[in-house]
C-alpha cells in the first residue's frame, strides 16, 4: 500500500493550493480517504474524507475553504484550500482506510489504516 501526496509548497496568505494523494496497492473504490493536518507542536487534525460513494465531510474550522474529491479511475484524491491563512501551515497527511460507503469520524484519527508521507503547507502573511 502506497499513498504519496504531492502539491504543497510555500503561498501566501490569500492564496490557493490542491493537494494530490496518489494510491497505489488497495481497492481504491472500497475505501474512505481522508485529509489531516499536524502543526508543529499540535496534535494531529482531521480536515476532511470522503467516502467510496463520494459524500464528504468537511471539518468546522476549514469548511468552506477546503474542498476533497477523488477521481477513481486515477486512484487519487485532491484536496482544493482556498483562502489560505497563515494558521493553515502545517503538514498535511493523506491517509485511508476500508469502508465501503463509510468513513470514521474525523476526530478518530487511530481508525484510519494507512497514512501517507505528507506534503508541507507554509503559509506566509
Known amino acids: 500500500v502506497q499513498l504519496v501526496e504531492s502539491g504543497g509548497g510555500a503561498v501566501q496568505a490569500g492564496g490557493s493550493l490542491r493537494l494530490s494523494c496518489a494510491t497505489s496497492?488497495?481497492?481504491?473504490?472500497?475505501?474512505?480517504m481522508a485529509w489531516f493536518r499536524q502543526a508543529q507542536g499540535k496534535e494531529r487534525e482531521g480536515v476532511a474524507s470522503?467516502?467510496?460513494?463520494?459524500?464528504?465531510v468537511v471539518a468546522e474550522a476549514v469548511k468552506g475553504r477546503f474542498t476533497i474529491s477523488k477521481d477513481n479511475a486515477k486512484k487519487t484524491v485532491y484536496l482544493q484550500i482556498n483562502s489560505l491563512k497563515p494558521e493553515d501551515t502545517a503538514m498535511y497527511y493523506c491517509a485511508a482506510t476500508y469502508g465501503y460507503g463509510w468513513c470514521p469520524r474525523l476526530e478518530d484519527t487511530s481508525d484510519y489504516k494507512y497514512w501517507g508521507q505528507g506534503t508541507q503547507v507554509t503559509v506566509s502573511s
Open positions: 470522503i467516502e467510496s460513494e463520494d459524500k464528504t
Open positions: 496497492g488497495f481497492a481504491f473504490m472500497g475505501y474512505c
